[in-house]
């Protein structure tokens, strides 16, 4: 059941990763958009699946529903219908493709020297309780600090959008 | 048989190497950003399938400050790239060459 579940979710979520990065049918940033939004669902899946209950509801709390909402709003303000035109480079794809090919070698050499253990260790639940426990202990100092960043990030975006930028 | 880390390491790296297809080939700045995201969440699979697997809690969090930096990320370069919009009229990467010698 399980593995049948992982292996839906990772090629449910490839597929659509690919859709974002180079759909066929469509060169819309609204439908890669909308890619991404069912490739962080199935990302959510999988989290589950390792029993990572929390961050699975804060991926889609925040990035399927807060993050890409943002995206779709910047989207669709600057309404960018006039630039689906546009061809790809030749050297730009063969650059990519290699680029891209390069790094799955390193990743691959990496997995095969990284030999994990045969045994998965008894779950540890990714549960509200136990990850609220461990960042209002060990982890108090960068909550804090990641706090700070949002409200710079914040004044940031105000500053960003005002109608005069100096 | 159930699914090993390895398995979850492939598609975490699967994951990334598209995401970093799509930063080098695509021309327009909001799907290059969506890429950086699908690269982001790649990383943050493979956090968690090494917590799951190694047995404790600190990969979650750090996947927690993760996407709580990528919310804030996202807020500033969209702002960043509304603000290139209203002075260029563009959000084409091609187009972008003040700084070009």
């Known amino acids: 059941m399980q593995a049948a579940l992982f292996y839906i979710f990772a090629a449910l979520a490839l597929v659509c990763g690919f859709l974002v990065v180079a759909n066929p049918f469509s060169r819309n940033p609204v439908t890669s958009a909308m890619c991404l939004v069912l490739t962080l669902v199935w990302l959510a899946g999988l989290f589950v699946l390792l029993e990572a209950f929390f961050l699975g509801a804060v991926q889609i709390l925040i990035y399927a529903g807060a993050v890409m909402v943002l995206f779709l709003f910047v989207i669709m303000l600057l309404d960018l219908r006039a630039e689906e035109r546009r061809r790809l480079k030749r050297l730009g794809l063969v650059g990519g493709g290699l680029v891209a090919a390069a790094l799955a070698v390193l990743l691959r050499g990496v997995i095969h020297e990284a030999a994990p253990a045969a045994a998965a260790p008894p779950a540890v639940e990714g549960t509200t309780e136990a990850l609220g426990r461990l960042l209002f202990t060990r982890y108090l100092l960068p909550f804090e600090a990641v706090s700070v960043l949002l409200l710079v990030a914040m004044v940031g975006v105000v500053l960003l959008s005002k109608k005069e930028l100096k | 048989m159930n699914p090993g880390l390895e398995h979850y390491l492939v598609v975490s790296a699967l994951l990334f190497c598209l995401g970093l297809v799509g930063v080098v080939l695509r021309r327009n700045l909001l799907v290059i950003y969506m890429s950086l995201e699908l690269m982001l969440n790649a990383a943050n699979l493979a956090l968690v399938a090494a917590s799951r697997f190694v047995g404790n809690l600190d990969g979650q969090v750090m996947v927690f ?25 563009t959000a084409h990467v091609e187009d972008l060459t003040t700084l070009r010698l």
């Open chain 2, 65 to 89: 400050f993760v996407v709580t930096v990528a919310a804030a990320e996202v807020a500033v370069g969209l702002a960043l790239i509304v603000a290139l919009y209203r002075r260029r009229q």
